[in-house]
């Protein structure tokens, strides 16, 4: 087996759930402080990959490399539960609808998994929470009930838990598709302050412009295959295959 060259490596990535076949035998590489983002139809795939990074969805076949760790060990139940555990500490993830506690404040959902994992004291959890919370522009709320907040607020408050662990590692799945328009950007405006502080990573988005903003390297993906691949420059103003200029174009007709 070669050595991991790359942050993270995706080998010859296979899912199937019965007889679909969502991904097919797909690889790529992501580099450190690199943000790539994923773009097609519904159906395409890109949750799937985006979720088995941290073996939500583990693979029917191929390997995940993370930081030089394999993700998709085969190990006895205990060994792999303690190993992908610790794993997912390194590895922060936003889902499209914000899954926050609704019985937690804030502060609560943010600092429950540091205390928890990491043993952190109140205290100290409380000034990690105060410090996040005020990175996403959401310290002034800090005390209030997800009930009590915007979408785009719970995103915010969702995206601050994630970073509370540190990780590694950032996944976003559709981050802003369930906000109602005037909401989206001010959770894009956090996302492009992490990648302004080269955090790694990868964004699964319907938002051409946004991609176009913020990533360094863009794939289209359509039917559990990577089409095409290349920085937003190149693939949003002159791609080379004909599925994804008719992606393109019926996005951007759409979105107009």
């Not at 087996?1 to 942050?7: A, K, L, P, V």
């Amino acid at each position: 087996m070669t050595e991991q060259t790359h942050f993270v490596e995706i080998r010859h990535a296979q899912k199937s759930f019965g007889t679909l076949e969502v991904l097919k035998d797909i690889s790529l590489n992501v580099e450190r402080g690199q943000i790539v983002g994923i773009i097609g139809s519904s159906g395409s795939g890109k949750s799937t990959l985006l979720r088995a990074i941290n073996d939500l969805d583990p693979l029917t076949g191929g390997e995940i490399w993370l930081d030089g760790v394999q993700v998709n060990k085969t190990l006895p139940h205990r060994q792999y539960e303690k190993h992908i555990n610790e794993l997912r500490q390194h590895v922060g993830m936003v889902f499209q609808h914000f899954n926050l506690f609704p019985h937690m404040t804030a502060r609560e959902n943010v600092t429950m998994a540091p205390k928890m994992l990491k043993g952190l004291s109140q205290a100290d959890a409380d000034r990690l929470a105060e410090e996040q919370l005020d990175k996403v522009g959401m310290l002034e709320r800090i005390d209030y009930y997800p009930s009590q907040l915007s979408g785009g607020q719970k995103q915010r408050v969702a995206i601050a838990r994630a970073l509370a662990m540190k990780p590694k590692l950032m996944l976003f799945d559709e981050a802003t598709s369930a906000l109602d328009p005037e909401l989206v950007e001010e959770v894009n405006l956090v996302m492009k302050k992490l990648a302004e502080e080269h955090m790694t990573m990868i964004i699964v988005t319907h938002e051409m412009d946004f991609a176009a903003s913020v990533c360094d390297r863009v794939l289209f993906m359509d039917k559990g295959v990577v089409v095409e691949e290349g920085p937003p420059s190149v693939l949003f103003k002159n791609p080379t295959q004909n599925r994804t200029r008719e992606f393109l174009r019926k996005h951007i007709e759409g979105a107009s």
